[in-house]
T-cell receptor, first 114, second 111 residues
């Protein structure tokens, strides 16, 4: 089946540094990738939708200059958290549309900013 | 806009008990409905789905029926196991490829 590989699975970084999260579609082409954020014991909140070769569409309240999304190819989308701060600590998950009615998710990245 | 409401947890059951997790939705058009499961520290895995009214999705003993008249997609399992302990998310997918998630329900199954 369609698989999205997400790396790293966890990362600890110092406040003020940037962190890049990658999502690769392994056996299909992901025209659209969705990026979610999940706080402890809460649901997934859509941050942005990225389309290959064009600018990402951000949800209201999400800072596009802080959460940089790049979708330069049909198999790779990246999320870069710039100048990370402790409040950015969260679980980030990517997802890609598969077929007409399916979605596949990455395994998630737990980011801890210290 | 679209919304999904599911029962709050945690739901605590003994092994072999019957499980129901309620899910209702609000949407325009004819969305697809999904149940996802999330184990600790992991991403989401598709559990089952239904793409049109009266469809029944099923997988690993779990079932859910797309009820348009009650705008519901309740998740059921006849006999839960300890290994079913996880967080379950009901979700709605619209024609614009957007997924809307419910708040999640944590299930804890005791041996």
């Amino acid at each position: 089946g369609a698989v999205v590989s997400q790396h790293p699975s966890w990362v600890i970084c110092k406040s003020g540094t940037s962190v890049k999260i990658e999502c690769r579609s392994l056996d299909f082409q992901a025209t659209t990738m969705f990026w979610y954020r999940q706080f402890p014991k809460q649901s997934l909140m859509l941050m942005a939708t990225s389309n290959e070769g064009s600018k990402a569409t951000y949800e209201q309240g999400v800072e596009k200059d802080k959460f940089l999304i790049n979708h330069a190819s049909l198999t790779l989308s990246t999320l870069t958290v710039t100048s990370a701060h402790p409040e950015d600590s969260s679980f980030y998950i990517c997802s890609a549309r598969v077929g007409d009615h399916g979605y596949t998710f990455g395994s998630g990245t737990r980011l801890t900013v210290v | 806009g679209n919304s999904v409401t599911q029962m709050e947890g945690p739901v605590t059951l003994s092994e072999e008990a019957f499980l129901t997790i309620n899910c209702t939705y609000t949407a325009t058009g004819y969305p697809s409905l999904f149940w996802y499961v999330q184990y600790p520290g992991e991403g989401l895995q598709l559990l089952l789905k239904a793409t049109k009214a009266d469809d029944k999705g099923s997988n690993k003993g779990f079932e859910a029926t797309y009820r348009k008249e009650t705008t519901s997609f309740h998740l059921e399992k006849g006999s839960v196991q300890v290994s079913d302990s996880a967080v379950y998310f009901c979700a709605l997918g619209d024609a614009g490829n957007m997924l809307t998630f419910g708040g999640g329900t944590r299930l804890m199954v005791k041996p």
